[in-house]
């Protein structure tokens, strides 16, 4: 019996078996660049000759600087991220960023006591952010919020530390923990182990105790001046020894004195950062992720200073 596509059929079964023989390298081809080239990573050096709380080079594996890539498609992760003009018109959510937590000393300068906040006042400022339904909020939700709009507590604040002071480990971590906070903590690798400064062990115990670990380079440059292998020095090699303490991904950078240009964010891109975090400027136009701002929570501020002044930056 004769059928009326019957002459149709070699024709079609020709043109699929070609088909399917090209689809592998019409994929092949379709790579990205990003999928073809793995991420650089570097191993930290030593801060100097005389400290020995940064481990030698061989201790460390390569793979621990490489971020976890996405269990999603990569076109899925890119068509959900917002772009810049939707991130910058989302409301900020206050972050607040704090250095050394201590009381005052007598050769403290006026200017110092800014970025040192006395045992109590900091407990006060906690205090009236618990007492006035503040919740803090970690960077991955952050993030998610900036690039996807997913939801935030009502009342989100971000509490930031930079230096490695111990103070932050022995009174601030505790008293954050007391009101079921979390904190941020920004490296500075160079000065680990040292005096007045948290050990590696106090870091990966803040970490497990599900604070975040960030990167605040290896001794404090400014970013605005780096070339060509101080990017390896000050960002990568400090990320790839912060990996290895927390067993976590480093991907989060605070700028030394707050202070970046445009030119650093694709340097931070490439090793491995999701975010890095500012000061008061304002924020990139084209990549408000790299640029987000915080405020320096004063020493001199009492509890309402510091409302005020959340209520009027963000």
Not at 10 to 37: H, V
Request: net charge neutral; with cysteine; aromatic share 10%.
């Amino acid at each position: 019996m004769n059928y009326p596509y019957s002459r149709l059929r070699l024709p079609i079964i020709t043109f699929l078996s070609t088909f399917l023989i090209s689809l592998p390298s019409c994929m092949q081809g379709g790579k990205t660049a990003e999928a073809q080239s793995p991420v650089g990573a570097a191993i930290p050096v030593d801060s100097d000759a005389g400290n020995n709380a940064i481990p030698a080079p061989d201790t460390l594996t390569l793979q621990a600087a490489m971020p976890e890539q996405s269990v999603q498609p990569a076109a899925v992760v890119t068509s959900s991220i917002a772009d810049a003009e939707t991130i910058i018109a989302r409301k900020q959510v206050p972050i607040l960023c704090y250095h050394q937590v201590r009381d005052w000393r007598e050769k403290d300068s006026k200017q110092a006591k800014d970025y040192i906040i006395p045992e109590e006042r900091f407990k006060e400022h906690i205090k009236m952010l618990a007492d006035s339904g503040y919740q803090t909020v970690l960077p991955d939700q952050l993030m998610a919020y900036l690039t996807t709009g997913a939801p935030l507590p009502e009342k989100p604040v971000m509490l930031t530390f930079d230096d490695t002071s111990l103070g932050q480990y022995t009174v601030a971590a505790p008293e954050l923990e007391k009101y079921g906070f979390k904190g941020v903590f920004f490296i500075m690798t160079v000065s680990l182990g040292r005096p007045n400064y948290m050990s590696k062990a106090q870091v990966k115990e803040l970490s497990d105790r599900g604070h975040v670990i960030g990167s605040h380079t290896w001794d404090h440059q400014n970013v605005k001046k780096y070339q060509g292998q101080d990017w390896v020095t000050q960002v990568e090699k400090p990320s790839r020894q912060l990996t290895e303490i927390t067993g976590k991904p480093t991907e989060y950078f605070a700028y030394p004195f707050g202070l970046w240009n445009p030119e650093a964010i694709p340097e931070l891109k490439q090793r491995g950062m999701a975010g890095a975090f500012q000061l008061a400027g304002k924020r990139d136009s084209q990549d408000p992720l790299h640029s987000i701002r915080r405020i320096i929570a004063s020493g001199y501020w009492s509890a309402p200073s510091l409302q005020r002044a959340m209520i009027n930056s963000f």
